[in-house]
C-alpha cells in the first residue's frame, strides 16, 4: 500500500493540489498504520514468523460477542455479595416495588403521549411535524472551533 500510495505521487504528482497533498499524506499515515498492525515487515523464515509479535492491536469495544464471559463474570461477582437472607429478601421487594411503579409511570406516560398526538392531529399538525418532535435528538455545540 505504501508502495501504491508512492506510484500515485510519482505518476500524479503535476495534477496533487494541496489538498491532495493532505489526500496523499492520509494514505501514507493508513498505510503505516496498516504495517503496524501487521507487525511489521513479512518474515523470512519460520523462526522469524514465530517469534515476531504484532507492534499494534486494534480491538473492538463495544463487542456482545467476546465480553460475554466478562459481562457474565461481573455479573457474579456482584451478585456474590454475603449479606444475610432476610436483607437480600428486603431488597429483591423493593426492587419489585420500584419496577411496578416505573412500569406504572411509562403507562402512564405512553397514554399522555397518545392524547398528545391524538390533540395534535385534531388540530391539524402534520404526522411529520409531530414524528419530527418526538425523535430524540442531539446538538453538540464546539467552542473551540468558534
Sequence with gaps: TLGGAGGY???????LSPSSVCA????VGVA??????RGGRPPTSKNQASSQK?????????????????????RK?????PWPKAAQAALMSADKAAEKAEQKARDERAK??????????????SPCEIRARLRPRL????YKAL
Design 112 to 125: 399522555q403521549l397518545l392524547e398528545e398526538i391524538r390533540r395534535d392531529v385534531a388540530d391539524g399538525v
Design 9 to 15: 505521487a510519482w505518476l500524479q504528482w503535476p495534477l
Design 139 to 142: 446538538f453538540v455545540f464546539d
Design 77 to 81: 461477582l456482584a451478585d456474590s455479595r
Design 54 to 74: 504484532p507492534a499494534l492491536e486494534l480491538k473492538v469495544l463495544n463487542d456482545t460477542v467476546k465480553l460475554k464471559g466478562e459481562m457474565d463474570a461481573l
Design 24 to 27: 496523499a499524506g492520509g494514505m
Design 32 to 37: 503505516l498504520l496498516a504495517v503496524a498492525a
